[in-house]
């Protein structure tokens, strides 16, 4: 039997499945003080989700009882994965679960985006009927360029291409014949992708390379209009992380005009201040890091990150394990 720390909350299904494994289950958060001063050391395994961040400092805090590290979601920027590998420890995620409500979310911003939905509501509660003013743009026609080209943003470009959209991707990854095999045209730079399309969503992860990747200068080479003849204006969407934008550069563009809307689901800092300039901007609307927060996709998550403990701690290699390569 083992002992499992959940600190970020689970579904009821998977915490039952783990304990059905045989295995007890903590059920409750644990402060970074804690974490520091070797609380996992009590440990077998821990899932996480966003909150809780395990940095090199916890996992050498942290003794060789513990054996793995779940992430149940796709990014596992909060984790050192690194420091884990040479503490022999695998970090396993669940990347697949959270794929359709991420996809559904990145397509609602991109409507809501072009036919003013935030704006119109907002106008309509104050006792406003701004008819004349809430004029909008068609996705259909228009080149939409996606940042990764994994599993959500081909998810995004199907829905988008049955839509009416051209889509293009960039992604220094991926095999060529997967973005044709889905009729996405594949850029071997992140600046054409800009030159040519009016529409940028991101998908990628949050590295060393891709820290403010989306900056002052693509998005002034984004062209404003799209190869139907239709001055319909840039359009920005992050369902990914934080941080892959430059979020100052961004509200300058839309103070300038450079880009006309702007969605994000993710900051560069998390919670975000009531009173941040950038989701004040008219032409900026947010929600707060829910792509995955649908209830189909964390009955899934749940149980895909609890048969990925349980397949590590039985001994067995898990394929979901994303520091497999540096152990």
Not at 16 to 34: F, S, Y
Not at 80 to 102: C, L, M, Y
Not at 257 to 267: K, R
Request: glycine share 8%.
């Amino acid at each position: 039997m083992a002992r499992i720390a959940v600190t970020d909350g689970m579904a009821p299904e998977a915490i039952e499945l783990l304990e059905k494994a045989g295995h007890e289950v903590i059920n409750k958060p644990i402060e970074l003080t804690d974490l520091l001063a070797g609380e996992l050391s009590n440990f077998d395994a821990i899932i996480v989700r966003s909150a809780t961040k395990i940095p090199a400092e916890v996992i050498s805090a942290t003794s060789e009882r513990l054996k793995v590290i779940g992430r149940a979601g796709v990014g596992v920027d909060n984790i050192d994965i690194k420091a884990a590998a040479e503490a022999g420890i695998p970090v396993v995620n669940a990347p697949r679960a959270s794929t359709q409500s991420v996809v559904e979310l990145t397509i609602g911003h991109l409507l809501a985006s072009l036919r003013h939905l935030p704006k119109a509501n907002k106008g309509m509660r104050e006792g406003k009927w701004e008819k004349k003013i809430m004029g909008g743009t068609e996705l259909s026609g228009k080149c939409l360029g996606l940042i990764g080209f994994g599993r959500i943003a081909q998810g995004v470009g199907a829905v988008a291409q049955a839509m009416g959209m051209e889509v293009h991707a960039f992604d220094p990854y991926l095999p060529a014949k997967i973005a044709k095999s889905q009729n996405t045209t594949l850029h071997k730079s992140v600046d054409t992708l800009f030159k040519r399309c009016t529409h940028i969503s991101i998908h990628c992860n949050f590295t060393d390379d891709t820290h403010h990747l989306v900056n002052k200068d693509r998005m002034a080479m984004m062209p404003g209009k799209s190869r139907d003849g239709i001055k319909c204006g840039n359009h920005i969407v992050n369902c990914a992380r934080g941080g892959i934008i430059d979020e100052t550069a961004l509200l300058q563009a839309l103070e300038q005009g450079v880009i006309s809307s702007v969605a994000l689901d993710v900051f560069e800092s998390e919670p975000v201040a009531p009173n941040y300039a950038l989701i004040q901007h008219e032409n900026f609307h947010g929600t707060p890091h829910i792509g995955a927060d649908t209830l189909e996709a964390q009955a899934r998550v749940g149980m895909d990150i609890a048969n990925a403990i349980i397949t590590v701690l039985s001994g067995a290699e898990c394929e979901t394990t994303v520091n497999k390569h540096l152990l």
